[in-house]
């Protein structure tokens, strides 16, 4: 950091236990608290300094120190931005918590985020992957994103092609902004359509939908079944410390896909709509022999494979090491690459 003096809202050496939800150990040399745009361009030229954006600290692997400024997102606010003949248009603060602004939305009448239910993290990181589950993608509701051009030191609005979203991809990630914060999601803006059907499709949902005789179920109940099963296969991070899956879901080519089912012909995998197939990362970790095994103080998650868990008092590196063993385990057995979700700090 430069020699002039910290901002108010700049704090240095500060310890980062309980700032992730992997619960590893870490100081950052500098963490500022983002409650504006302005305090974002008034960091803007601070620019010799290595930098990262920490939301709710449930994609990151604290490797030990960081010796840069971290932006902990606490740019609040939710509220109807607008409506037409077609949907609701809601736009929340970068700092605003996922799963509080999906039954917020649910409160007010606006379905649309409910397959989204739990998912851990602020708003602001949910673009940054695209994040989806039961078949449901943040892509879907996304109308445009507000971001802060820390280069150019103002902000820009991004429209949904301009986010590139895939597969637990954007933008972001293709260029490097979620590792350097050059770019900086402050708001996001959701388009909740209002010929609103439910999607029940997937296994798990479809079963627990079942299981509580709704046939019909509206946006809260679908809600509710997600979160219930969400519940029964995630470990809660405050009495588990996780980072939710570890790895990503392989996408590999139709050839690929055709050689792994001949060697496992009940390989759960879905076809993409470019041909290309989509694996269970769960399943592989569990048949290469991982499931509910430890290394030194953390293991994979005994109820789900796809979730490293923090036994206690782990290191970063440890994390490492496991994740390493898995993928290595997973190559040798089937000639695939799992690629880790989180962010290594
Ligand atoms: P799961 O439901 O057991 O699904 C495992 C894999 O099979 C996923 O790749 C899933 O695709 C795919 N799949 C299952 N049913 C499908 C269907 N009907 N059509 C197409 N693909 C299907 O996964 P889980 O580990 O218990 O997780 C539950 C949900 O939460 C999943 O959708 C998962 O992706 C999601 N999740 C998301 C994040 C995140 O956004 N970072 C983190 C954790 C879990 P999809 O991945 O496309 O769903």
Same mark, same amino acid.
């Given at each position: !950091?430069?020699?002039?003096?910290?901002?108010?809202?700049?704090?240095?050496?500060?310890? @980062?236990?309980?700032?992730?939800? =992997?619960?590893?150990?870490?100081?950052?040399?500098?963490?500022?608290? #983002?409650?504006?745009?302005?305090?974002?361009?008034?960091?803007?030229?601070?620019?010799?300094?290595?930098?990262?954006?920490?939301?709710? +600290?449930?994609?990151?692997?604290?490797?030990?120190?960081?010796?840069?400024?971290?932006?902990? !997102? *606490? #740019? *609040?606010? &939710? /509220?109807?931005?607008?409506?037409?003949?077609?949907?609701?248009?809601?736009?929340?603060?970068?700092?605003?918590?996922?799963?509080?602004?999906?039954?917020?939305? =649910?409160?007010?009448?606006?379905?649309?985020?409910?397959?989204?239910?739990?998912?851990?993290?602020?708003?602001?990181?949910?673009?940054?992957?695209? #994040?989806?589950?039961? $078949?449901?993608? @943040? $892509?879907? &509701?996304?109308?445009?994103?507000?971001?802060? %051009?820390?280069?150019?030191?103002?902000?820009?609005?991004?429209?949904?092609?301009?986010?590139?979203?895939?597969?637990?991809?954007?933008?972001?990630?293709?260029? +490097?902004?979620?590792?350097?914060?050059?770019?900086?999601?402050?708001?996001?803006?959701? &388009?909740?359509?209002?010929?609103? &059907?439910?999607?029940?499709?997937?296994?798990?949902?479809?079963?627990?939908? /079942?299981?509580?005789?709704?046939?019909?179920?509206?946006?809260?109940?679908?809600?509710?079944?997600?979160?219930?099963?969400?519940?029964?296969?995630?470990?809660?991070?405050?009495?588990?410390?996780?980072? $939710?899956?570890?790895?990503?879901?392989?996408?590999?080519?139709?050839?690929?896909?055709?050689?792994?089912?001949?060697?496992?012909? %009940?390989?759960?995998?879905?076809?993409?709509?470019?041909?290309?197939?989509? #694996?269970?990362?769960?399943?592989?970790?569990?048949?290469?022999?991982?499931?509910?095994?430890?290394?030194?103080?953390?293991? !994979?998650?005994?109820?789900?494979?796809?979730?490293?868990?923090?036994?206690?008092?782990?290191?970063?590196?440890?994390? !490492?090491?496991?994740?390493?063993?898995?993928?290595?385990?997973?190559?040798?057995?089937?000639?695939? /690459?799992?690629?880790?979700?989180?962010?290594?700090?």
């Amino acid at each position: !950091m430069p020699a002039r003096a910290l901002p108010d809202f700049v704090t240095a050496d500060v310890d @980062l236990a309980g700032r992730t939800t =992997l619960a590893l150990p870490g100081r950052a040399a500098y963490l500022a608290a #983002i409650r504006s745009c302005r305090q974002l361009a008034q960091l803007a030229g601070w620019q010799a300094t290595r930098r990262f954006v920490l939301g709710g +600290g449930s994609n990151v692997v604290l490797s030990g120190d960081f010796d840069g400024l971290l932006l902990q !997102m *606490a #740019i *609040a606010g &939710r /509220e109807l931005a607008g409506e037409d003949a077609e949907a609701w248009y809601v736009r929340a603060g970068a700092g605003e918590n996922w799963h509080q602004l999906v039954l917020w939305t =649910l409160a007010n009448g606006w379905p649309g985020l409910e397959n989204l239910a739990l998912i851990p993290g602020t708003v602001g990181a949910a673009p940054i992957q695209n #994040i989806g589950a039961y $078949g449901l993608e @943040l $892509g879907d &509701r996304l109308q445009s994103l507000e971001v802060f %051009d820390m280069d150019r030191g103002r902000p820009l609005q991004l429209d949904r092609p301009a986010c590139r979203l895939a597969y637990r991809d954007s933008v972001f990630k293709q260029q +490097g902004w979620h590792l350097d914060a050059r770019r900086v999601v402050t708001s996001v803006t959701f &388009r909740l359509p209002k010929n609103w &059907r439910p999607l029940t499709g997937y296994a798990d949902l479809a079963a627990e939908l /079942e299981r509580r005789q709704l046939a019909r179920p509206d946006a809260r109940q679908i809600a509710d079944a997600v979160i219930a099963v969400r519940s029964r296969k995630l470990p809660d991070p405050a009495v588990v410390p996780n980072a $939710g899956s570890f790895f990503q879901n392989p996408v590999v080519s139709a050839e690929i896909g055709e050689r792994l089912r001949r060697q496992c012909p %009940d390989l759960p995998c879905h076809v993409q709509p470019d041909g290309r197939l989509k #694996i269970a990362a769960g399943w592989l970790i569990e048949q290469a022999g991982w499931k509910g095994r430890d290394l030194g103080r953390v293991g !994979m998650y005994e109820k789900q494979a796809l979730v490293l868990v923090n036994r206690g008092s782990a290191l970063g590196s440890e994390v !490492m090491a496991l994740a390493q063993a898995v993928q290595d385990a997973v190559r040798r057995r089937f000639a695939v /690459e799992l690629t880790p979700e989180p962010v290594v700090l």
